[in-house]
């Protein structure tokens, strides 16, 4: 039995509360012990130990984190929503792009503090240096795929085309990831922590997208 529109807002704050605060608490968490220098850190350095192993693949997924790889895929996904927005007479077609947008633009904003703040070394297959966690390159690929996936979703009709995309979405950012790590670029809480920041973010944004659209009118296509 169909749930009524009303209703189902009404459900929405429970697992949408989920979805913000326990990515938020496991951040605080691995950054805290990544200050004080704590077991989980120790843990991580034995496991970064384990997984790294220098080779042209993991180089080649550590580049889907790139900003020449991944933001061109945002910026094609959001001017395709903006033309099929507005072909559809949406009042503020241009609004569900820009947010992602700036929501791209907001993950230096909030990377680069945390750096600085925390000051953790590099893995021994890096220059010595400061400033790895979180992961900068990892936060990139989740926000901009992450973005393009949200934006363009609302405009694939069948639930199997979905799949494809979100599993595709989840392969690009996984593949970096996996990639920092193997290559020795990050340690794997650098990952972890911007998998939880962008969690957050991606949230977010997936909320602000449900408000900006007015229906019957700026209503694009859903499942």
Known sequence: MPIPANQERAALPGPVALLL????????????????????????????????NPDRCSELLADLGNVPVAVPVLA????????????????????????AALLLALVPALVVPLKELTDRPG???????????????????????????LLLLPWLRTALARRALITLCVALVLGASYGLVRRGYHWPLDVVASWCLCAVLLTSLW????????????????P
């Open 21 to 52: 605060a326990l990515p938020a608490l496991l951040f605080a968490l691995i950054t805290w012990q990544v200050v004080a220098d704590g077991p989980l850190v120790r843990l991580d350095e034995r496991l970064s130990r384990v997984l790294v």
């Open 76 to 99: 094609v996904a959001l001017g395709y929503a903006a033309v099929r927005l507005r072909r559809a007479g949406a009042d503020r077609w241009w609004v569900p792009g820009a947010a």
């Open 123 to 149: 893995t021994p297959a890096v220059p010595p240096g400061t400033g790895y966690y979180p992961s900068g390159h990892t936060a990139t690929a989740a926000i901009a795929y992450g973005g393009a996936t």
């Open 207 to 222: 909320l602000f997208l449900r408000t900006v659209a007015t229906p019957g009118r700026s209503q694009p296509p859903g």
